[in-house]
C-alpha cells in the first residue's frame, strides 16, 4: 500500500515543513513585528471576535454570578481557566486546591502560601486581593474587566506562538523581566525562567537540582543587574527565541523520523 503525503499527514501528525512554526532566521522579525508600535492592539482586537475566547468569557462572568461564595469561585474551571492566564499562572488549572488556598492567603505574609509558592504568585494573590474582598472583589466590575483584559492578551500572545515557537514567552519577558529584583524571583517564575535559561543554554535537567544549585548556574552567567538593561534583555529575548525555534525544528524533525519508521513497518508488514 503506498501513502500519499496527505495521508501521512494526517495519520501522523506530521507538516509538510517539518514543523508547525517560524525556524531560527524567522525569530527576529517574528519579534520585531510583534514588538512594532499598535501591533498587540490590533491583535487583541480580533481576539475580542473569536468566538472561543468570547465563549470563555462569558462563562466565566456567568460562573461568577453563580458563584455562592470565594472558595468555591476559586475552584471552579470555568473561572480558573480566565482567571489563572490573567494573573500569569497558566498551567495551574488542575490545582485547584492549591490555587484557592494561595490567592486567599494574604501576600504580605512571609509564611503565607502565595509568598512560600514565589514572585509569580505573590505578585497574583496581591493584584487579586481577594484575602481581604471575598467574593465581592473579584466581582467587582473593574476586576473582571482588568482579568478579561488580561486574558484577552494571554490568548492573543499564545497564539503567536503557532507562527513562532516561543514568542509568548519573548514578549512576557520584555514586559516583566526588569521585575525580578535577583535570581530567586526568576527561577519562581515558570516564563522568566524558561527564557532565562533558554538564553543562556541551559539544560531542561537543571530543574531536578536544588533552587540554590540552579541559582548559582544563572547567576555564573547572567548579572541580574542586566534584566533592568532594555537592551540586554532584548538580547536574552532573541537568543531565546531562536533556541526555542531550534528546539521546535529538533522535536519536529523527531516526529517526522518516527512517522517514516511506522511507514516502513507497515510497508514490511503488508
Known sequence: MVLSLNQVQ??????????????????????????AEGAE???IAREKKDPVTLSALAQFRTALDKAGSIEKALRDPRILKVLL??????????NAGLVQRALLSDPDDRKGLAAALGAT???????LGVH??????????????RLSDAFLKYQYRSGLDDQQAGLSDALYFLESARNADDVYDVLGDPVLRRVVTGALGLPD?????SVEAQGRAVSSRLKIDALQDGRAVRKLAE?????????????????????????INLSIKA
Do not use: C, H
Open 10 to 35: 494526517a495519520l501522523f501528525g506530521v507538516s509538510a515543513s517539518g514543523a508547525s512554526s517560524g525556524g531560527a532566521a524567522a525569530a527576529i522579525p517574528a519579534l520585531r513585528r510583534a514588538t
Open 41 to 43: 492592539a490590533k491583535g
Open 85 to 94: 492566564p490573567a494573573l500569569g499562572l497558566a498551567g495551574q488549572e488542575g
Open 121 to 127: 504568585w505573590k505578585a497574583a494573590a496581591n493584584t
Open 132 to 145: 481581604k474582598t471575598g467574593l465581592d472583589g473579584l466581582r467587582d466590575p473593574a476586576m473582571v474587566q
Open 205 to 209: 535537567r537543571i530543574a531536578i537540582q
Open 239 to 263: 537568543r531565546y527565541l531562536i533556541a526555542a525555534a531550534d528546539k521546535a525544528v529538533a522535536s519536529a524533525s523527531a516526529q517526522s523520523s518516527d512517522a517514516m519508521t511506522s511507514i
